[in-house]
């Protein structure tokens, strides 16, 4: 009884979130330059583990001289039970889109539930505080249309309030090699077009990382047009991991598939695919259908009988005028599990 009432208030909390994100993006025509803009959400609610949260999200939209969309996206967020995260996500071109840089910087102190690694772990395992600064930058530059090869660094600094064996905190630092193909007619809604995306992270002592192990991952994506802004977006993604990675940075399955927790199953193997249908219905409002499955695993090979999978619907609310920017809430259902979401923007 009390999961459904939290899931009819978690439905109308985005329906008052939409309300008032559009009076937040009522801005006057001068006060911005054609083809910009922005979008403001509020963050408001209650959960077990947080206590009350309020916050908010905002997202500034810069077309840039060859077309393509620069974004920013901040959000700062706070509990009753002394919990704060605040992050700035870029997301810039460069030289007529020849140089693209994109990046996540963030601050938390925050407390999650972690499990032990595998594709059955049980519910929760404990719950742990980690408090500190991180980053992830990535600069590509295009040899081709289309193609950009560059390097990036990812870094973090995290203490635990509590660190019990074999969970601990440290520092997270480390090079990484990065090449895209990227053939979508835009970054925000795409209708048409490839997407793939190979990374090479190496993070070591040398450089200054508690943790020592080499991540390699895969991202494939395909979006076709079906008229009117209707979309069949489908999406395969492989990582493997090398060496020792802390158990906060080992490869999450509720990173590919809505019906997972943060953190429910890790390991360091990770394979998924998922397909979405996207259709706007009238108005402002819009509805997706989804699916995916996929599997963790530690040093064996994928079993296709072992996957998990999930399943659901999504509904959507455009905040931009221009850009199809949505607010999104997502209903997605797995085996034993399942899980709403708010986002803004598409999921892949």
């Known amino acids: 009884m009390i999961r459904v009432l939290m899931d ?10 939409a309300v008032a994100a559009e009076r937040g993006t009522e801005v006057p025509a001068d006060t911005l330059a054609p083809g910009r803009e922005w979008s403001g959400l509020p963050i408001f ?3 077990e583990a947080t206590g009350f949260v309020g916050g908010g999200m905002v997202t500034l939209i810069l077309p840039d001289s060859a077309g393509w969309t620069d974004t920013w996206q901040l959000v700062g967020i706070a509990t009753t039970r002394n919990q704060q995260t605040i992050g700035i996500d870029p997301d810039l071109s460069f030289q007529q889109d020849r140089l693209r840089l994109t990046g996540e910087l963030d601050w938390d102190r925050w407390e999650e539930d972690y ?17 500190g600064p991180g980053l992830e930058l990535i600069l590509t530059r295009a040899f081709l249309r289309g193609h950009f090869v560059g390097v990036g660094w990812k870094a973090e600094w995290k203490s635990l309030r509590e660190e019990l ?8 630092s480390g090079p990484g090699l990065v090449f895209t193909r990227d053939s979508r007619d835009r970054a925000i ?9 190979a990374e090479n992270w190496h993070f070591s002592e040398s450089v200054g990382s508690t943790f020592d192990y080499r991540e390699l991952s895969a991202d494939l994506r395909r979006y076709q047009s079906l008229g009117s802004d209707r979309v069949l977006a489908w999406q395969l993604a492989w990582a493997r991991q090398w060496g020792a990675p802390g158990f906060r940075h080992r490869l999450s399955l509720a990173d590919e598939l809505r019906a997972y927790g943060d ?4 390991d360091l193997q990770r394979l998924s695919g998922r397909a979405e249908l996207r259709w706007p219905l009238f108005w402002k409002l819009g509805l997706s259908l989804f699916a995916g499955a996929g599997q963790v695993i530690g040093e064996e090979v ?29 209903i997605a259902v797995g085996r034993d599990d399942m899980q709403l979401a708010f986002s803004l923007g598409e999921a892949f």
């Open 302 to 330: 994928l079993a296709l009988n072992q996957l998990r999978h999930s399943a659901g619907v999504g509904f959507r609310y455009r905040l931009g005028k221009e850009h199809r920017l949505n607010l999104a809430l997502d």
């Open 263 to 266: 953190n429910r199953f890790t």
């Open 8 to 17: 009819c208030v978690c439905c109308l909390l985005f329906v008052l979130s």
């Open 115 to 131: 499990s032990l690694p595998g594709n059955d772990s049980p519910d929760s395992l404990l719950e742990l505080q980690a408090t």
């Open 45 to 47: 609610g209650w959960d």
């Open 165 to 172: 064996p074999g969970f601990r905190g440290g520092r997270l």
């Open 189 to 197: 809604y795409p209708t048409s077009g490839w997407y793939f995306q």
